[in-house]
């Protein structure tokens, strides 16, 4: 239920109309504590409020969390990225290439034709190493605000399921801004807060990730964020994805916790049995896929597809003669 406005500020647009989300725990690794989701009414920015600091967060990406990761990002890399990999091509069909959270390189590796300059960042050293390996990427460990490449250097900066994750949303897409060369693209996917699935689930869908997720966006969000910052829009969709599935695992297991039976977090499951894949990839092939579609059509799926551009100099030119306000 929504409270009354209160003059907690949103660190996405400084408006002081703010209020209560919803409370949730981390699912993903089956702890108790709970976090605190806010909204903003100006932006519809959703953020969580009194994050773990930056020091302590690594409690929260365990060992399992990041070999799910891997796993996602390198299983049948060809497949797996190719909507990716065939809109950069599409785009831009050479240049240099940032891909920030670049994991262990799975996007990169689509990219290994020698008409693209590689680049990642990566926060976690023996993560970054195995990019470099399987990719000949050049690949910066640590934060993105501490990478040291010059202004306007890149092409194409991608950003896969990582803007959701960082603890200051506007100086990192300032950074990406200033990284950019005139006319380059930065292509984002997000989870989207305003998705069927996380009304319908709540504190159990799977893209709430919490406390791993500080920004949730919907589109009207992060349209608002970029165009505050001198973006250029090219287009804002939510693509046939679905979390349903393990979303559905949540739900589940607290029904299970609920009658006294324990149930193993998700992130201790282990491959599951072949009879189990084969069931679930059925309701993937066929209700959750047709429920992603309809979604999709909608507006509404559960994840976000953005792409923006930086003006070239003579476009900025002409908007300024032509009235317009330019925003730096």
């Not at 989300?21 to 903003?40: I, T, V």
């Amino acid at each position: 239920m929504r409270e009354n406005a209160t003059a907690i500020t949103c660190p996405l647009c400084g408006g002081v109309s703010t209020f209560h989300f919803l409370n949730a725990p981390d699912r993903f690794h089956g702890r108790e504590e709970e976090y605190n989701l806010r909204r903003c009414s100006t932006c519809s920015y959703v953020w969580l409020a009194s994050p773990p600091k930056p020091e302590e967060m690594w409690r929260h990406y365990t060992e399992d969390y990041h070999r799910d990761i891997m796993a996602a990002g390198e299983g049948l890399a060809t497949a797996r990225w190719q909507r990716q990999r065939d809109f950069v091509s599409r785009t831009k069909n050479s240049g240099v290439i940032l891909d920030i959270g670049c994991s262990s390189g799975g996007f990169l590796s689509t990219l290994k034709n020698g008409s693209w300059k590689l680049y990642g960042i990566e926060m976690e050293p023996s993560t970054a190493e195995r990019a470099r390996a399987g990719t000949g990427a050049e690949v910066f460990v640590g934060d993105v605000l501490d990478a040291p490449f010059p202004a306007e250097q890149f092409d194409v900066i991608t950003c896969f399921d990582v803007l959701e994750h960082v603890y200051q949303p506007r100086p990192f897409l300032t950074k990406v801004l200033e990284w950019l060369r005139p006319g380059g693209i930065f292509y984002a996917m997000v989870p989207n807060i305003d998705s069927w699935e996380a009304r319908m689930l709540g504190t159990y869908w799977y893209g709430l990730e919490l406390p791993r997720h500080l920004s949730h966006f919907s589109p009207g969000s992060l349209r608002y964020a970029m165009a505050s910052l001198g973006f250029q829009e090219m287009r804002i969709t939510t693509p046939p994805v679905s979390y349903i599935d393990p979303s559905a695992g949540y739900v589940y297991s607290r029904a299970l916790h609920r009658v006294g039976i324990s149930t193993i977090p998700m992130a201790k499951v282990g491959r599951r049995s072949l009879p189990s894949r084969a069931i679930r990839k059925a309701l993937e092939l066929s209700v959750i896929s047709l429920f992603a579609r309809i979604a999709s059509m909608a507006d509404a799926s559960a994840c976000i597809e953005a792409v923006f551009s930086k003006s070239a100099p003579d476009a900025r030119k002409a908007e300024v003669a032509a009235g317009g306000e330019v925003q730096a």
